[in-house]
């Protein structure tokens, strides 16, 4: 069982530590097609928030964001693949954070095409998200030191 639990936590955490590796040889002085990407998303984030609370935010780095996301996804993979909860709770961190913001379907009408390929991609870190959720729920109930039961003895006739 431990062969199979360590395989399935490095076929999982593949997903985020490939990106990452992607994510971090393309990063270059802009900060890559990530940050590319990320930069009208998050102008939109703070267009919403600064109407919203009423405040001027300050400007948030495309770039700072996307070495985050490398960060999140490398060392919480890495650490996932050895069984540390510490490596699940980056990886949660890191799909709440850009979950939302990289995949937002809800800007857009049913009719676009955009919209269900967003939201197939939302869903699907959803479910990693869920997936992770159960890992450190399972993790959480096995105690940290289980006691082995000594076999009894054959007693002789």
């Known amino acids: 069982m431990g062969f199979f639990s360590f395989l399935g936590r490095v076929l999982f955490a593949s997903i985020f530590i490939l990106s990452a ?22 102008a939109l984030v703070e267009k919403h928030l600064s109407s919203t609370l009423g405040i001027k935010l300050p400007t948030i780095d495309a770039r700072h964001l996307a070495a985050a996301s490398v960060f999140q996804k490398g060392i919480g993979g890495i650490l996932f693949v050895f069984g540390s909860s510490l490596g699940a709770y980056l990886l949660l961190l890191h799909l709440a954070l850009f979950t939302p913001l990289l995949y937002d379907f809800y ?8 919209y269900f390929a967003l939201l197939n991609d939302f869903l699907l870190n959803f479910a990693l998200f869920g997936a992770l959720l159960y890992f450190l729920g399972m993790k959480n109930l096995i105690p940290r030191r289980q006691l082995k039961k000594k076999a009894p003895k054959a007693k002789a006739a």
């Open 21 to 42: 590796w992607q994510m971090y040889n393309e990063f270059g002085d802009d900060g890559g097609p990530a940050a590319k990407e990320l930069i009208p998303k998050v």
């Open 107 to 114: 800007n857009y009408s049913r009719e676009q095409p955009e």
